[in-house]
């Protein structure tokens, strides 16, 4: 690590550029106050006049500076004065469909005409025309056109991203999709979890053969993606201009048969049962869950699964019914926030933009959406307490925000006040 961790700074940006002084050998955070996000009566979680220790790219201490004691100050090689301001973990957004070739700007001013995201689709548009693109597109050239939307999250905060596949509908570009997100993430240094979303929608070619591609996602893609270690989990769209209950039900059998845990696509549309679907399967999460009943608010709690609110989708689509954040609160149920970054429902690059929908939109309280973007995303990519809290043992994956409040996160609209974004202890600047 000691190597590694002297290379703090990317494309020539000076180490005194982020105030960092030289000393022992790991990172020592000062000047700071710390919002924590650990699971504590304290909002945020806060520690005032804080003071957060690094080694071996995990966290080793975090408390008030006054009682820290000595063997943890002592020797350090690396200090970052953090200016008097908040230090929260790195954001995770926990759901994004990233890569893809194309855009679909002629249907934002198709609905600003008009007609509805699902007229739009059975008329061949929507998710089938990004489809056509993106098959079209080599694993590079995925690369290539996806980077700047994974470098503007990562320049906002994010240190952990979720990007799903579903744009290939095939098993050859499925699965260049998700060697794209590996590919990203390794480049551009953040952490990646990727989804195989093979069952997003009904490709053209099987428009009256629902049940052969069906066995093609659950027998061969699903199989494919396991085999070669490129998915973390498998996502379903349950909808009606996607696939019923029972069709995705047969998907997380396959997914199951093969060791990847589940989320899924749930009730954004209509009530189509989603929520209680994920419930029975335990899945990571249900996403979007407009449409999602007490019953299945009630059943998410007690399959301890997280609901992912995604304003995004629910702004650019110019929907009105909100999910039901009452209930899930009302029954325990953790929520993220993701912005669900996608181009036709959701080009939203903003994970404080996100944050700020999920205030103004569905009444989140900006506590509720930081939490949603870090401790209560963690679990719905299987990474609690790795990443999401500042907490000993933790990675160190941190965002340093000039801020005199963590509540601004969720408060300023098209402001970026991240000034440096620490990814496993080796610090970095997003204002290249």
Not at 358 to 378: K, Q, S, Y
Request: glycine content about 10%; aromatic content about 4%.
């Amino acid at each position: 690590m000691a190597d590694s961790a002297r290379k703090v700074c990317q494309n020539g940006r000076r180490e005194d550029d982020l105030n960092i002084e030289p000393g022992g050998p790991d990172l020592l955070i000062r000047n700071v106050h710390v919002g924590t996000m650990a699971d504590t009566a304290e909002a945020y979680g806060v520690v005032r006049d804080g003071l957060v220790a690094v080694a071996g790219g995990r966290i080793t201490w975090v408390g008030a500076a006054r009682t820290a004691p000595r063997e943890v100050t002592a020797g350090t090689s690396r200090t970052l004065d953090g200016g008097g301001g908040w230090l929260t973990p790195g954001l995770i957004d926990c759901h994004t469909h990233l890569v893809f070739a194309g855009t679909r700007a002629d249907e934002f001013e198709m609905r600003l005409r008009g007609m509805t995201y699902e007229e739009i689709a059975r008329a061949g548009g929507g998710i089938q025309s990004t489809v056509t693109a993106t098959r079209a597109a080599t694993e590079e050239q995925l690369c290539g056109a996806s980077e700047w939307r994974l470098e503007t999250l990562a320049a906002h905060g994010v240190t952990t991203v979720d990007i799903k596949s579903g744009y290939g509908l095939d098993v050859g570009t499925e699965l260049r999709m998700l060697r794209a997100a590996r590919t990203l993430g390794e480049r551009l240094d953040v952490r990646v979890s990727r989804t195989l979303l093979a069952a997003h929608a009904l490709p053209p070619e099987y428009r009256d053969r629902r049940d052969a591609y069906l066995d093609l996602v659950c027998g061969t893609v699903i199989p494919r993606a396991a085999a070669d270690r490129l998915a973390h989990a498998v996502d379903a769209f349950c909808e009606g201009i996607a696939f019923t209950a029972a069709e995705c039900a047969h998907v997380f059998d396959a997914a199951a048969a093969h060791g990847l845990p589940v989320r899924l696509h749930a009730d954004q549309l209509s009530p189509s049962g989603g929520a209680e679907l994920a419930a029975r399967y335990r899945a990571r999460s249900a996403d979007h869950l407009e449409y999602a009943t007490e019953a299945g608010c009630r059943a998410l709690a007690a399959a301890g699964t997280t609901a992912v609110l995604l304003p995004g989708a629910y702004y650019t689509l110019g929907e009105s019914r909100r999910p039901p954040v009452d209930a899930l609160r009302r029954h325990g149920v953790p929520i993220a926030v993701a912005t669900d970054l996608n181009p036709g429902s959701s080009p939203v690059t903003s994970p404080l933009l996100a944050m700020n929908m999920a205030c103004v939109l569905f009444g989140l309280t900006p506590e509720e959406a930081l939490a949603g973007m870090t401790r209560h995303a963690a679990p719905v990519l299987g990474l609690q307490g790795e990443v999401g809290v500042v907490s000993p043992g933790a990675c160190a994956d941190l965002a340093l925000w000039d801020v005199d409040h963590p509540s601004e996160l969720s408060y300023w609209v098209g402001a970026n006040p991240c000034r440096v974004v620490v990814r496993g202890g080796e610090v970095h600047d997003p204002r290249k």
